[in-house]
């Protein structure tokens, strides 16, 4: 049976365990959306994960909707993630990119020129939006043409011919937390009447399009893709979310896509039964899960199948050592919290100042 330290194949890399970092945005990119100067020693400190997949970075320009997130569309995107790969795989790790596109979340102040955000339908989703000159209403998103989605899956395969050359060891599409994909995939967000909405085929034909836009790039062996059944936003509904996403992971299983990170339900709504262990029977790859996991539910998850791997979030931001503390410790291991103040702030604080465990440090 295999525990959290049995190796994973994972397509043509093996994963040394399977305690993985979740994709984390850090708001720490420079102002033309590079990654910033700490960004190589921040990921090389958490390369005793089985698999990184990096903070969400943006496939273009008119992606972005939060303040300092990193993109991967120029050379100079490249060059600066090299940096941070060759960091991570000096010190024995492996990164994947999580390619990203907001849709309606973003804001005009992030748009070039100021333009509306797009999306599939012109439905505002309510809120905030945290700008650079401080939080402001979200807007009514412009709905996209159909002649111009030809255009953003094109971003997406840039995107990926750009990770490749920044040496990453794969992409993970991130088609979760109510962002483009996934704004297209559900009916409470896409009222289109074309080739991209209306029925469940039509729905997941953005988010497949992107995903082979992507495999021509990669390979199927070397693509991920992230989902959230039971939803991060409740703003992105969908009225049948067993049925939506029955089809999505089934239809990525036939792409063949290496993994699919399933998030679980995060509260205790009516979505609770939504478990990564739902779809388990219709992925072909690798099952990654995450949110909110411990030692023992992700020890307990592995052994029985339920999922391969398992991502941490938080506790990988105020525990760069967090496998090397499970292997260490077990269940005892001593876990720092973390500082949610310093989540999207700028500098070293909350960043690369969280130490390792010293090699003498007791059991929790
Ligand atoms: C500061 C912060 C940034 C996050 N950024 C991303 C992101 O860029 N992409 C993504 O898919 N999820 C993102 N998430 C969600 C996490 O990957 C993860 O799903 C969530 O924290 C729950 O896992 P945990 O309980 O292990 O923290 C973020 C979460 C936090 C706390």
Request: proline share 10%; aromatic share 10%; charged share 20%.
């Amino acid at each position: 049976m295999p525990d959290l330290f049995t190796p994973l194949p994972l397509g043509p890399i093996t994963l040394k365990n399977r305690v993985l970092m979740a994709p984390l945005t850090r708001c720490r990119a420079q102002p033309d959306a590079s990654p910033g100067d700490l960004a190589p020693l921040y990921y090389s400190q958490r390369a005793g994960a089985g698999l990184i997949i990096s903070e969400a970075t943006c496939i273009a320009p008119e992606a972005h909707g939060y303040p300092t997130t990193p993109g991967i569309y120029t050379p100079a995107h490249v060059t600066a993630w090299r940096r941070v790969t060759d960091a991570v795989h000096a010190a024995d790790g492996r990164i994947f990119c999580q390619l990203w596109h907001v849709g309606r979340y973003s804001h005009p102040d992030f748009q070039p020129g100021g333009a509306l955000p797009v999306a599939p339908s012109a439905i505002n989703p309510g809120g905030t939006c945290r700008t650079p000159s401080g939080p402001k209403p979200r807007v009514t998103p412009r709905a996209l043409d159909t002649h111009e989605i030809p255009e953003i899956i094109d971003q997406y395969r840039h995107a990926a011919a750009c990770a490749l050359d920044s040496g990453f060891d794969g992409v993970e599409l991130h088609g979760a937390n109510g962002y483009l994909p996934e704004q297209f995939l559900r009916d409470g967000t896409n009222t289109r009447t074309d080739r991209y909405g209306g029925s469940l085929l039509n729905r997941s034909r953005f988010m497949l399009e992107a995903a082979e836009a992507i495999i021509s790039i990669w390979g199927n062996h070397r693509v991920g893709v992230r989902l959230s059944p039971a939803g991060a936003h409740g703003e992105a509904d969908d009225s049948n979310p067993l049925a939506t996403y029955s089809h999505i992971v089934k239809e990525l299983s036939r792409l063949g896509v290496v993994y699919q990170h399933i998030m679980e339900p995060w509260g205790d709504d009516d979505l609770k039964d939504l478990t990564a262990a739902v779809f388990r029977p219709l992925v072909n790859g690798a099952l990654i899960t995450n949110a909110n996991f411990n030692y023992e539910k992700a020890t307990a998850y592995v052994r029985d199948g339920l999922a391969d791997a398992v991502a941490f979030g938080k506790a990988y931001i105020s525990n760069p050592d967090l496998a090397e503390r499970f292997q260490r410790f077990g269940k005892d291991a001593p876990i720092t919290p973390w500082d949610t103040s310093t989540f999207y702030t700028t500098g070293e604080r909350g960043y690369t100042d969280y130490p390792a465990l010293p090699p003498d440090a007791p059991p929790r």
